[in-house]
Nanobody
Framework: VQLQASGGGLVQAGGSLRLSCAAS????????MAWFRQAPGKEREFVAA????????SYDDSVKGRFTISGDNTANMTYLQMNSLKPDDTAVYYC?????????????????WGQGTLVTVSS
């Protein structure tokens, strides 16, 4: 399975961006898709995850109420709508996928990773 993240860019604080993650090369009926991010000089951290049914989502406290993760199984796409962006949201954002039904926040539980897309939020 290959994942391709896109949609990053430069935005002013308070603005919005929508990230996309396209999956190809095979899919599985039950899976979890997630977004992680890595800011300069920091470790990669969990942002949000969603189950393939769309019924269960998980968010880091730092993005709750501002970010929304969603998926389109028919198109093999996962999205991250980011609103009210802050300079602290500046990072490379990675999409990740795993088989299973639980939206884990642990990156070592994800088997597939995209290449990352850079989000820069200016103050």
């Amino acid at each position: 399975v290959q994942l391709q993240a896109s949609g990053g860019g430069l935005v002013q604080a308070g603005g919005s961006l929508r990230l996309s993650c396209a999956a190809s090369g095979g899919t599985f009926s039950t899976h979890v898709m997630a977004w992680f991010r890595q800011a300069p000089g920091k470790e990669r951290e969990f942002v949000a995850a969603i189950t393939s049914t769309g019924l269960t989502t998980s968010y880091d406290d730092s993005v709750k109420g501002r970010f929304t993760i969603s998926g389109d199984n028919t198109a093999n796409m996962t999205y991250l709508q980011m609103n009210s962006l802050k300079p602290d949201d500046t990072a490379v954002y990675y999409c990740a996928g795993r088989r299973g039904i639980w939206p884990s926040i642990r990156q070592n539980e994800y088997d597939y990773w995209g290449q990352g897309t850079l989000v820069t939020v200016s103050s």
